[in-house]
Structure formats: C-alpha cells, structure tokens
C-alpha cells in the first residue's frame, strides 16, 4: 500500500545534538514533500517543502531537508537543535499529478530536547 | 497571514447528540478546505476534501451522512458529526488552500478541536 513512514516515534536529545528523521515515502511518481511541525498545544506549522529544483531545501528555523529520489527520502536535519524544538514533526506527500492537493502524513516523530 | 481558526477547540457531548465544528480562514480565501481527523499517538488521517459552493469528497471508509461537511463561503467550511458515539471521540482538524497562485497547493492548519463523547 501506498504510505509516508517516519520510523523514529520518539527521539530524545540533548541540546546542541545534530538531528536527522528520518521519512520514507511509497508513491512511484512525481510528489511534493512537507515537513510540518506541532508544538505542544499549538496547530501544525510548515517547516519546509519540496516541489522541484535542487533537492536540499532549507526551511525556517536552522531546518533543512534532502529529498533523495533513487531512496524514496526527504530527510529531515538541523545541526544544532534546541530546547525550543521539542515538538511532533510531521512529514507529509502531495501526488500533484492526481490533481488533488489533499496530504497523506506519516505518524510523526515526537522530538525531545533535553537542556 | 495564513490563519486559520476552528470552533469550538474542546467540546463535550453526549451519545446521541450532534455537534457542528467550525473551520475559519482568517486572511484569506479557501477554494478548497480539508477535514482530518488524529488519533493518540497517529497520524492525520484525511476525511474529507470540501471545495467552496460542492459537495464534499470523502475518503474510503468515511461515512458521509455521519459526518456532514458544508463548504458555503470561501472562508468557512462545517464539520457536523450527527448522532455522535463515544468512538467517534478524537481530534479534528481542519486546513485550508488559499484560492489561486502557488500558495493553492500549501495547506494552513488550524488549532484542532477536541471531541469527546460521553
């Protein structure tokens, strides 16, 4: 079946740490990539997004993902993550050539930093 | 810019009872809103897709007479879950696209209500 993983439930850091989540994706064809946010008790927030062109894509915050075709992947990275990032990281898949421009979302990553 | 707002954020109510969840796109115009619905510890699941002045596209599995979407204005869409159940407690969010240019492929999302049936 056609899915959006994100293996890594819960992952725990110290400040300063690199991070890396990791999202795998199933759909054969031409797809736009999200990676959204959920800070604890507020609504999901765009981090970054993939449409096309150059397959590192920086976002708000220090965030920046790859999207890796050959593995199916749009990793997520930050360096140097911080207290403040402790939060549920979404990564989500638009199918563009279906003409729809509804989500399918992965089950999330939960991030936390410890300080 | 790019708010979105949805009404009430908790409610409590009982077997049997309906309730109408409001989503409000604050700046903008919505051509299209979408309804989902999350679990503990899951992911989004989508329920429906509503575009402004059409009936609404729900997913497989989705009961379209429990769960009554209406798009009417280019800035607020309805969720009315009718004759609700305890398993239909859960979190409900709503998004929206902005009508026209390329932000029509983002979606905004709102707070998210919290539905729990006794």
């Known amino acids: 079946a056609q899915s959006v993983s994100q293996h890594n439930h819960h992952v725990i850091l110290s400040e300063a740490a690199s991070l890396e989540l990791g999202c795998n994706y199933s759909y054969g064809g031409t797809v736009n990539l999200f990676w959204y946010v959920q800070y604890p008790g507020q609504h999901l927030q765009l981090l970054l997004k993939?449409?096309?062109?150059?397959?590192l894509v920086k976002g708000i915050k220090g965030f920046e993902a790859e999207f890796i075709k050959s593995k199916f992947s749009f990793n997520l990275r930050k360096p140097s993550v911080q207290w403040s990032d402790t939060a549920e990281y979404f990564c989500a898949v638009r199918l563009p050539l279906t003409g729809a421009n509804n989500l399918f979302f992965g089950t999330g990553t939960r991030l936390t930093v410890i300080p | 810019g790019a708010v979105v707002s949805q009404h009430p954020s908790r409610v409590i109510c009982k077997s049997g009872t309906s309730v109408k969840i409001e989503c409000r796109s604050l700046d903008f115009q919505a051509t299209t809103m979408f309804w989902y619905r999350q679990f503990p510890k899951q992911s989004l699941m989508l329920m429906a897709t509503?575009?402004?002045?059409?009936?609404?596209?729900?997913e497989q599995g989705v009961e379209k007479d429990k769960f009554l979407i209406n798009h009417a204005s280019l800035t607020l869409s309805t969720l009315t879950v009718t004759s609700a159940h305890p398993e239909d407690s859960s979190f409900y969010i709503c998004s929206a696209s902005p009508r026209g240019g390329t932000g029509r492929y983002e979606q905004y999302f709102g707070p998210g209500t919290r539905l729990t049936v006794t």
């Open positions: 993939y449409f096309s062109g150059d397959p």
């Open positions: 509503s575009n402004e002045g059409s009936k609404a596209t729900y």
